[in-house]
C-alpha cells in the first residue's frame, strides 16, 4: 500500500506496466479478475460500458480490455462496437468474458473486432496466458505499423511520417498560439560525392547524416525526418526563430564534426549542409488550415542559403 501511495505522488515515475480495463456488472467478477492481475498489470475497473468508456477515451486509453457481456443498459457487445467505430480506440484487444451458462453468440462477437472468448468458471493460469498473448500481438502489429513510417536506408521517420509530424504540430500550434520552426536540409554537392566515391559510400554518408541529425536534439519534441534524396526535413514545436537558429547551428557544425571526406566538393574538403529556416504561427484569421506556406517558405531560405555559396544557414 505504502509502495502504491508513493508511486501514486510521484509525477516523474513512469510505470511501463500495460494496462487493463476490466468491465462487469458484478463487483465480484471484477474484485476476482482484478486480484488475478494486480502487480502485473495496471488495472482499473468500470461497473458499466458507460464509465469503461470514459477510461478508454481518455488521455491514458487501457492496453487491453477484459469485458462482460450481459450488462444493464450498453451491453458488452455494443461496447465493443462503440470502441471499434473511433480510430483513438480501434486497435485496442478486446476479450469477452462470460460465463458457460449465458447465451452465447461468439460469431457476433468477432464480427465486432473482439479477439478472444473466455468463459466462467475459468482457470486463472490460462486467462493470463490469453491476456499476455493478445498484448504482444498488439506490440507486434505496432510495429509492424511502424514500419510504413520509418525510411529503409537511413532508419529514420520518412516523407510519409513527416507530413503526419508537420500536420499535426502545426494545428497544435494554432491551438496554443506558440510559434513551430521548420528546417529543410540538404548536403552540399552530394551528386558530386555520389560520382566519385559511388552510391554505397554515398549511402553511408546519407545514414551518418541522418543518425548525427536525430542524435543532435535536445528536446524530446524535436523531429527530423528523410525528406527524399538528400534532403532532410527537421520540426521544431513551440520554438521561435531565434532558438531554432541555435540548433540549425549545433545540427551544421555536428555535420562538419564528422569530417567525412569530400574532395570534390568546392565548398569544403568534407561533407556539409546547407540549411533553410522558417518559423511561423498559425494565422487562424489568415485560414492557415495546413503548414504549406510554413514549408514554401524553408524550402526558399534554403535555397537561399545554397544560392549564398552553401555551408550556411538561412533565416
Ligand atoms: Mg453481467
Not at 527524399?228 to 521561435?240: S, Y
Request: hydrophobic share 40%; glycine share 6%.
Amino acid at each position: 500500500m505504502n509502495d502504491f501511495k508513493r508511486r501514486g505522488n510521484n509525477i516523474t515515475h513512469q510505470d511501463k506496466r500495460a494496462k487493463l480495463l476490466i468491465v462487469d456488472d458484478n463487483k465480484q467478477n471484477i474484485e476476482m479478475l482484478m486480484e488475478l492481475f494486480r502487480g502485473e498489470y495496471k488495472t482499473v475497473a468500470a461497473r458499466n460500458a458507460q464509465r469503461a468508456l470514459k477510461v478508454a477515451f481518455s488521455d491514458t486509453p487501457p492496453d487491453i480490455i477484459l469485458t462482460d457481456i450481459l450488462m444493464p443498459e450498453i451491453d458488452g457487445y455494443e461496447f465493443c462496437a462503440k470502441l471499434k467505430e473511433n480510430p483513438r480506440t480501434r486497435q485496442i484487444p478486446i476479450i469477452f468474458v462470460t460465463a458457460v451458462s449465458e447465451v452465447m453468440d461468439e460469431s457476433r462477437g468477432f464480427a465486432l473486432g473482439a479477439v478472444d472468448y473466455i468463459t466462467k468458471p475459468f482457470h486463472p493460469p490460462m486467462v493470463k496466458a490469453r491476456v499476455q498473448l493478445h498484448l504482444n500481438l498488439r506490440r507486434k502489429q505496432e510495429l509492424l505499423e511502424n514500419f510504413a513510417f520509418i525510411d529503409a536506408l537511413t532508419e529514420i521517420p520518412n516523407r510519409r511520417r513527416f507530413d503526419e509530424v508537420m500536420e499535426r504540430e502545426w494545428h497544435r500550434a494554432a491551438r496554443t498560439g506558440y510559434p513551430v520552426s521548420l528546417m529543410i536540409i540538404d548536403i552540399d554537392h552530394f551528386k558530386l560525392y555520389n560520382d566519385n566515391y559511388g552510391h554505397g559510400r554515398g549511402d553511408d554518408c546519407l545514414r551518418s547524416v541522418a543518425g548525427t541529425m536525430a542524435r543532435s536534439f535536445r528536446r524530446a519534441g524535436d523531429f527530423v525526418a528523410r525528406y527524399g534524396g538528400e534532403e532532410f526535413a527537421v520540426v521544431l514545436p513551440d520554438t521561435p526563430a531565434l532558438q531554432a537558429k541555435d540548433t540549425a547551428h549545433n545540427i551544421l557544425d555536428a555535420v562538419d564534426a564528422l569530417a567525412i571526406p569530400h574532395e570534390t566538393s568546392p565548398v569544403a574538403p568534407h561533407v556539409t549542409i546547407s540549411i533553410g529556416i522558417a518559423t511561423m504561427t498559425p494565422d487562424v484569421e489568415k485560414r492557415d488550415q495546413d503548414p504549406g506556406r510554413l514549408i514554401d517558405k524553408a524550402d526558399k531560405k534554403l535555397y537561399e542559403a545554397k544560392s549564398r555559396g552553401r555551408h550556411t544557414i538561412a533565416d
